[in-house]
């Protein structure tokens, strides 16, 4: 199994900048795909982006030239870095982690970090 833990939400200012930290455990080797989404109460949980075992990246549109997704595979972490923030990224950060097992595909959610951002 994998698990994911989040971290370095907060509060910020507009325009400020944040790096969220993902940290994977387990059978990190069976990871496929790391990605980072965000949810606002009443809202869908939307991709923010992604990265591949590969080091591929895939981000929403939205948050293309903003923020950047990077890994650190010695420490099995996934950061998100998050600048010129706005109101509007304020929302709870989730990280997943899609493993397989065998040809069995799982996913793994992190409990979530708060990012606010104030105008």
């Known amino acids: 199994q994998v698990q994911v833990v989040e971290s370095g939400g907060g509060l910020v200012q507009a325009g400020g900048s944040l790096r969220l930290s993902c940290a994977a455990s387990?059978?990190?080797?069976?990871?496929?795909?790391i990605g980072w989404y965000r949810q606002t109460p009443g809202k869908q949980r939307e991709l923010v982006a992604d990265?591949?075992?590969?080091?591929?990246?895939n981000y929403a549109d939205s948050m293309k030239g903003r923020f950047t997704i990077s890994r650190e595979n010695a420490k099995n972490t996934v950061y998100l870095q998050m600048n010129s923030l706005k109101p509007e990224d304020t929302a709870t950060y989730y990280c997943?982690?899609?493993?397989?097992?065998?040809?069995?595909?799982?996913?793994?959610w992190g409990q979530g970090t708060q990012v606010t951002v104030s105008s």
């Open positions: 990265i591949s075992s590969g080091g591929r990246a």
């Open positions: 387990g059978n990190t080797f069976s990871i496929d795909v």
């Open positions: 997943n982690a899609a493993y397989h097992k065998g040809w069995e595909l799982f996913t793994s």
